[in-house]
């Protein structure tokens, strides 16, 4: 074989092993998909529709700019400008082709000396991404002990550390905001330092959503990126549009990187998010999605709590983030829920330093609500009655 190779991500491993065992694909219709992370692609109950067509001019068929439509770069600051008091500009904010190509550049570019800081329990591909970049990296304890909360003391101290962190978490729904997330914006907002701040799930809190921007005065004079997408909160996965905010010098350096490697992001799409931004929809969409998910994590929480399950989950994202009861694992629980169609992400794809089954998130598990529309709970307790009994 000519290319060196490389594994999927660790979520693939369920997905592929559910096939294997089912002859069907997790989210087909009739199957439970929790272990998967995507939200509704239907409205949510109360929440704005999602246009099923836009119209395409022959100018829209053009290559589209190396860095993003000045449309939707204007869209996002202005986002951003309005919600969170920042002074962004089109120059701030770069457009990649979802989430994770954003955090591919970003990674991929950072300079050789940055040491990157990432929590225990984070976003599975953080892991690959380290891996195949080969980025040293040093982790911050999250765990059972800290309940999967920790401090900004618990943080390397070293001058050059690079922070990579989703907020809310991914798996465990950890929202660090208001005066904690000040602390740490302007911690990691030194010249210094740097960080990585993915808000992929930036709508699915309990109290208003925040993003770390508010809290940075001017984001040109630091090594902030802000990620963003409109893969949860404006619920089109499939659209695969996600953007970086960022000081302009950094900014560029993404463009010159799409020039030669991503030729850009498609317009088609680009404008079919630029429409999701109009601000009374953002702003219907964010509460909406806001309530829904936040009666969804109670709801579920409520189920999982009752059969003994040990919630550690935070007050964001949409999964609950637990650990099984009586040392079950997550693999032989997989195996259980796999003949009811169903299945979640067993803990130690979560783990940043991958010690499998054996390792301290064994028997953790990710469940996730995210595809889950509001009359599928009876049906959903009933199967993880079944597979605990
Ligand atoms: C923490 C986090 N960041 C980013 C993403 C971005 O995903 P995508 O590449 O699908 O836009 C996800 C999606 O699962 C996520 O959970």
């Known amino acids: 074989m000519i290319l060196s190779s490389f594994p999927p991500m660790g979520i693939y491993e369920t997905l592929f092993r ?22 509704l692609t239907d409205p949510v109950p109360g929440g704005p529709e999602l246009p099923a067509t836009i119209e395409l001019t022959a100018t829209d068929l053009m290559y589209p700019k190396a ?26 904010v770069a457009v990649f082709a979802g989430g994770r190509p954003a955090l591919f550049a970003i990674l991929s570019f950072l300079d050789a000396e940055r040491i ?3 929590e225990e329990t984070e976003y599975t ?57 000040r602390t740490l914006v302007e911690y990691y907002g030194d010249r210094s330092r740097g960080a990585l701040i993915d808000e992929a799930y930036e709508f699915f809190t309990e109290t208003e959503p925040e993003s770390a921007i508010k809290y940075v005065d001017n984001i040109d004079e630091t090594n902030l990126f802000i990620v963003g997408a409109a893969t949860k909160g404006l619920q089109v996965p499939g659209m695969r549009v996600g953007w970086v905010i960022a000081a ?10 799409s020039s030669f490697g991503m030729g850009g992001v498609s317009r088609a799409s680009q404008l079919y998010v630029t429409g999701l931004l109009e601000p009374k929809r953002v702003a219907h969409a964010r509460r909406a999605v806001g ?42 629980f997989n195996e259980r829920l796999f003949r009811h169609g169903a299945g979640i992400l067993p803990g130690p794809l979560c783990d940043m330093a991958r010690r499998g089954g054996d390792g301290p998130l064994g028997s953790m598990m990710r469940f996730s609500f995210g595809p889950l529309g509001p009359e599928s709970l009876e049906a959903d307790a009933e199967i993880l009655k079944r597979c605990l009994g």
């Open 291 to 332: 309530e829904f998910y936040t009666s969804q994590r109670k709801r579920y929480g409520a189920v999982l709590a009752d059969l003994g399950i040990e919630l550690y989950s935070g007050s964001g994202g949409f999964y609950h983030w637990c650990a099984l009861p009586n040392g079950l694992t997550a693999e032989a």
């Open 116 to 118: 990157v800081s990432v």
């Open 67 to 92: 860095d993003g439509q000045p449309e939707l770069r204007r869209a996002i600051a202005e986002y951003y400008n309005n919600y969170y008091g920042s002074q962004l500009v089109p120059d701030n």
């Open 248 to 257: 302009r010098d950094h900014i560029r350096i993404f463009r010159n990187y």
């Open 18 to 39: 559910f096939n294997e065992v089912t002859g069907r694909y997790m989210g087909d219709q009739d199957t439970h998909p929790w272990a998967q992370g995507f939200p």
């Open 125 to 181: 591909p953080y892991w690959d991404l380290l891996s195949l970049l080969q980025r040293p990296h040093e982790l911050i304890p999250s765990n059972r002990a800290n309940r999967f909360r920790p401090s900004l003391d618990e943080h390397p101290t070293g001058d050059s550390t690079f922070l990579l962190k989703s907020n809310p978490c991914n798996p465990t729904g950890v929202a660090v905001n208001g005066e904690d997330l």
